[in-house]
């Protein structure tokens, strides 16, 4: 007998099981962790420890306890290890008691092996990307920079559109300046990089596409609303002509695989849109024709405050 090993769960050394089985029997109980009992088993050597780690041997069991307690004799102290930490202990006497409980996180073999059956089950139940949601290259190739191009220009002249129309309408400026500066940015990021050796960067693409999509929804809905009722007939036609072209450019670089899912509204973004030009539209109609009746009710009480104090009804004092 080298030493002896006192067990509160059924591994020791890495899951080695000194204890020797997981079962009850004539003698002893099943061990578990949470039973307040504790396993003492002897140690007769590292052979038997290296051995335990690949045959489940039938260890030598000393007994099943709620105490422990250890008399060191002699003079000299004996090597102790707890949990990883060793020491020399002197001689003395250690006495080993259940002091509480601690929530402890333990592996479930069974729950893996039902979790990746079932994560393989998913992968193989994955669809296969289609063609239109094509991975994306690096470098554009030379017939989509001349779609970019073509795109380029009509995002470039809705831009000046907007910028015409808001020295005179301070509306659309605050309405839509965040999108005309992301956009005009984007713009010069793809152009500046087109004149370099390097070729043109297809993540500088989507961004500068994916702006002028942003611009161009948003011109759209402010159209729909309360500037369409402010803008005289020229301005108006001029942005209606600039939206529809890059419009048309959109729908043409859609034909583009990598750029198709980024151009392309899904069905809720489509819905989302309708639906704000709706509303847009009809809360500014609510607007203009409660503002209407406020001020001909501001002129008609206004016409009827000539009349004497002694004949002023609710409404003038109101």
Known sequence: LQGIAVLNIPSYAGGTNFWGGTKE???????????????????????????????????????????VKITILGDEGVPVQVD??????PPGYIKIIHKNRAQMLTRDRAFESTLKSWEDKQKCELPR????????????????????????????TLIHRIRETAQLHHTMEQELAH??????????KVYAKSKTTEGLSCSLVME??????????????????????QLDPPQKDELTGALANVDLQLRKLAEIPWLYQLIEPSDDEGQLLEYSKRTRSAKFRLVSKLKKEKNNKNKETRGNMGLPVHQWGTEEVA
């Not at 990307?129 to 094509?134: E, G, H, N, T």
């Not at 999108?179 to 010069?188: E, Q």
């Open 25 to 67: 029997d004539d003698i002893f109980t099943a061990p578990s962790f949470d039973d307040k009992i504790l396993e003492v088993v002897a140690v007769f050597g590292s052979m038997q420890m290296a051995v335990s780690r690949v045959i489940n041997l039938q260890h030598h069991r000393i007994a099943q306890c709620r105490a």
């Open 84 to 89: 990883g930490e060793a020491w020399i202990q």
């Open 129 to 156: 990307p289609s063609s239109q949601y094509a991975l994306q290259p690096e470098i554009v190739s030379e017939e989509e920079a001349a779609e970019i191009n073509q795109f380029g220009r009509a995002a470039g």
């Open 179 to 188: 999108a005309v500066n992301a956009s005009a940015k984007s713009m010069d």
């Open 208 to 229: 500068m596409v994916n702006n002028g999509k942003a611009l161009h929804n948003e011109t759209e809905l402010l159209l729909a609303g309360k500037m369409s009722l």
